[in-house]
């Protein structure tokens, strides 16, 4: 009997180690899937970072999620559902584009269409943002005809850079 017992209970013992490695296996492919997702997320933001700026991810000229590179390789990208905003740190402000360049790379390139120009909410917080800015200039008595100023398109972008949470330049500062 105590035999018996021992065989049972060293099978069971068995039995739980497996399934404890099945569950490490399972803990640590989840882990890398979503390992995976992070470097394919930084990949599109990346992808998204060169079709802004005009570069292409292949000599052919053609993004490389639409076609087969030269080496035979493909490229497939994922979209996610929720895009994380994109992290800025110190090092950025020494490669922020400036922003008087962009806005004549802007004009010399003609329009660039891009997916999300199309979305409607980006469009009702341009039109809010557009609103907004009428009303300060009205506010202020500065004239409509300033938003014609190749400097005016200068410091939108700039605005534009530095992000949501910007607080507005004191008198002092301007």
């Known amino acids: 009997m105590t035999k018996r017992k021992e065989e049972e209970e060293e ?3 068995k039995k739980e180690d497996r399934n404890e490695t099945k569950k490490k296996r399972r803990e640590t492919e989840k ?3 979503e ?3 992070e470097e394919e997320e930084e990949e599109e933001e990346e992808e998204d970072d060169d079709e802004e700026e005009g570069g292409r991810s292949c000599t052919s000229g053609v993004p490389a999620a639409s076609h087969r590179c030269a080496g ?4 497939i990208s994922i979209v996610s559902k929720t895009k994380k905003p994109k992290q800025k740190g110190p ?5 922020t584009p400036n922003p ?3 806005v004549q790379n802007q004009k010399a390139q003609g329009k660039q269409t891009r997916i999300d120009a199309n979305d409607p909410y980006r469009k009702e ?5 557009c609103i907004r800015f009428a009303r300060w200039m009205y506010d202020a008595g500065i004239p409509f005809n300033a938003v014609n100023c190749d400097s005016f398109g200068a410091v939108i972008e700039a605005i ?5 949470g910007m607080k507005p330049p004191s008198y002092h500062e301007v």
């Open 11 to 13: 099978t069971k013992r």
């Open 31 to 33: 882990e890398e899937e």
């Open 35 to 37: 390992e995976e997702e």
């Open 72 to 75: 035979g390789s493909t490229t």
């Open 91 to 95: 090092i950025d402000v020494f490669f």
């Open 100 to 102: 008087d360049v962009v």
């Open 125 to 129: 917080l341009r039109e809010r943002a």
């Open 160 to 164: 534009g850079q530095y992000g949501p």
